[in-house]
């Protein structure tokens, strides 16, 4: 099956950039995703790179995803309070697969 | 974006009662509805998937017995925990799939879960 790891905490200060790393095992997915759940809460979806591309810039989101290395990254520019989250990469196979989730800190 | 509702948010029951939690798609229709489970510091687990007019799918080691999923229209799935224990203690997720939009329909949008808390 699929197997799709982060790590487990980040920490940054407000301002800095953050960056959430993923990988996985199967790379036959279209879409691979990235979720944010703040406390007590639901998964919201944040955002989505087609598997054809390398790239993919939404305002203050950048996800990178390199095919050869099955390696997806979330960076966060101009990282808010506000972002202090967990954030799940998400691959869809036969089912989705979700990694265990990063939980990102943001330090005023 | 597609909105999708659960309901209660939160619960408390004694041991021994049975739950219902109600999934709802607001704004889009799903013919498929996913349940997970998730335990403090982990991971969503997948428990089953709902299909509108047909059984749910069970992941393996989940009882379907206990966890019982009707998918009776295509907004709406519901999950009954029946005689719950105080291991069933969980935050519970529904999420549903989108086939009219969403990159190639395979977004999975979720609900805000619902805390069970069985005493």
């Known amino acids: 099956g699929e197997d799709v790891e982060q790590s487990l905490f980040l920490s940054v200060r407000e301002g800095d950039s953050s960056v959430i790393n993923c990988t996985y095992t199967d790379s036959s997915s279209t879409y691979l995703y990235w979720y944010k759940q703040e406390p007590g809460a639901g998964l919201q979806l944040l955002t989505y790179i087609f598997s054809n591309m390398d790239m993919k810039q939404d305002q203050r989101l950048t996800v990178l995803l390199n095919k050869k290395d099955k390696h997806l990254s979330l960076r966060i520019a101009d990282t808010q309070t506000g972002d202090s989250a967990i954030y799940f990469c998400a691959v869809p196979y036969q089912k989705v697969t979700f990694g265990i989730g990063t939980k990102l800190q943001v330090i005023p | ?119």
């Not at chain 2, 939690?21 to 498929?32: H, K, V, Y």
């Not at chain 2, 925990?81 to 979720?110: K, M, N, W």
Request: aromatic share 10%; glycine share 8%; proline share 4%.
């Open chain 2, 1 to 119: 974006g597609a909105v999708v509702s659960q309901h209660p948010s939160r619960v408390i029951c004694k041991s021994g009662t049975s739950v219902k939690i109600e999934c709802r798609s607001l704004d889009f229709q799903a013919t498929t509805m996913f349940w997970y489970r998730q335990f403090p510091k982990q991971s969503l687990m997948l428990m089953a998937t709902s299909n509108e007019g047909s059984k749910a799918t069970y992941e393996q080691g989940v009882e379907k017995d206990k966890f019982l999923i009707n998918h009776a229209s295509l907004t709406l799935s519901t999950l009954t925990v029946t005689s719950a224990h105080p291991e069933d203690s969980s935050f519970y997720i529904c999420s549903a799939r989108d086939l009219s939009g969403g990159p190639a329909g395979e977004t999975q949008y979720f609900g805000p879960g619902t805390r069970l808390l069985v005493l």
